[in-house]
C-alpha cells in the first residue's frame, strides 16, 4: 500500500516534468522560428536596430503585438542576416493568437541582458534626474521593471532608443496621453540625457 503511493507520486511527477519539459522545448523552438533570426532565440537581440525583449512581462508583449497587427503601431523595414525584408506588421499579422500567447508566456521567462554599450556619465547623471520627475512613475525601478506592461527601457539597444524617441518626438507614435504632455516639454538635449540615462544601466 505504501509503496504502491510512492511508486504512484514519482510516476506522476516524471510525467509531470516531462510533458512539462516538452511544452517548453516546443515554445522554445517557435520563439526560435518566428522570432529568433531578429530578436535572438531569448529574446536577446545581437543588432542596435532591433530591440531586445527578453523578460518583457506577457501582457506587455500581446499588446505591442496586436498593436502592430492592427496598424496601430507601424514596424520599420528590417532584413534580417540571410533573410529577407519585412516589418512587426507583417510578421504579427501572421501569427494565430494561440502562438502569440504561447510566444509571450515564453519570452516573459527569459533574462533581459542589458547591452554593454559606451556610457556618458555627465548627461546620465542628467538624465537620471529627468527620469525620476517625469518618467519614473510609468517606467519605474528606471525602466526597467517588467510589470508595468511597457517596454523595458534600462539597458536597451541606444539606436533602437534613439529610433523610437524621434517618432515619438515627431509625434509618429500612439502614446498614452500622459506621456504625451511629459515627452512634448523635453529639448533634443533631454531626449539624449534620458536616453544615456538608459543605456548607463548595464
Ligand atoms: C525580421 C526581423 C524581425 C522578426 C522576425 C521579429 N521582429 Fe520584432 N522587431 C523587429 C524590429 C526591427 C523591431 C523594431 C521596432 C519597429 O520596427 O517598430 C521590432 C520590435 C518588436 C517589439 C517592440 C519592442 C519595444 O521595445 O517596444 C516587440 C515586442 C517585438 N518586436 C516582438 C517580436 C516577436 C514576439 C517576434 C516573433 C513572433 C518578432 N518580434 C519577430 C524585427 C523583427
Ligand atoms: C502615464 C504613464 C507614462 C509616463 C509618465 C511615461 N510613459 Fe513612456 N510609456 C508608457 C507606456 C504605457 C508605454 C507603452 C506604450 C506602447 O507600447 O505603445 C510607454 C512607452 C515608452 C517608450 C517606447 C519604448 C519602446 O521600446 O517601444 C519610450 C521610449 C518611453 N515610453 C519613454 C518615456 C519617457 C522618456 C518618459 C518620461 C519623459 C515616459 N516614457 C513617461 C507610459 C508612460
Do not use: T, V
Given at each position: 500500500m505504501y509503496y504502491k503511493k510512492i511508486v504512484l507520486s514519482l510516476l506522476f511527477s516524471v510525467t509531470t516534468a516531462f510533458s512539462f519539459s516538452v511544452a517548453s522545448a516546443d515554445d522554445a523552438a517557435l520563439v526560435k522560428e518566428k522570432?529568433?533570426?531578429?530578436?535572438?532565440?531569448?529574446?536577446?537581440?545581437?543588432?542596435?536596430k532591433v530591440p531586445s525583449i527578453a523578460g518583457f512581462s506577457a501582457d506587455a508583449i500581446e499588446d505591442i503585438l496586436s498593436q502592430y497587427k492592427s496598424g496601430d503601431r507601424k514596424g520599420d523595414k528590417y532584413t534580417p542576416e540571410g533573410g529577407k525584408e519585412t516589418d512587426m506588421g507583417e510578421i504579427a499579422s501572421k501569427i494565430s493568437d494561440d502562438d502569440i500567447k504561447k510566444i509571450s508566456a515564453f519570452l516573459a521567462a527569459q533574462t533581459f541582458k542589458p547591452v554593454k554599450q559606451p556610457i556618458d556619465k555627465a548627461l546620465a547623471k542628467k538624465g537620471a534626474k529627468l527620469h525620476k520627475k517625469?518618467?519614473?512613475?510609468?517606467?519605474?525601478d528606471n525602466g526597467s521593471n517588467a510589470s508595468d506592461d511597457a517596454?523595458?527601457?534600462?539597458?536597451?539597444w541606444e539606436a533602437y532608443l534613439q529610433k523610437e524617441f524621434d517618432k515619438i518626438a515627431a509625434q509618429e507614435r500612439d502614446i498614452p496621453r500622459k506621456m504625451k504632455k511629459r515627452f512634448k516639454k523635453l529639448s533634443e538635449e533631454d531626449r539624449t540625457a534620458l536616453i544615456k540615462f538608459y543605456v548607463s544601466q548595464q
Open positions: 522570432c529568433g533570426s531578429c530578436h535572438g532565440d531569448d529574446g536577446n537581440s545581437k543588432d542596435e517625469k518618467c519614473e512613475k510609468c517606467h519605474s517596454a523595458i527601457l534600462a539597458g536597451q
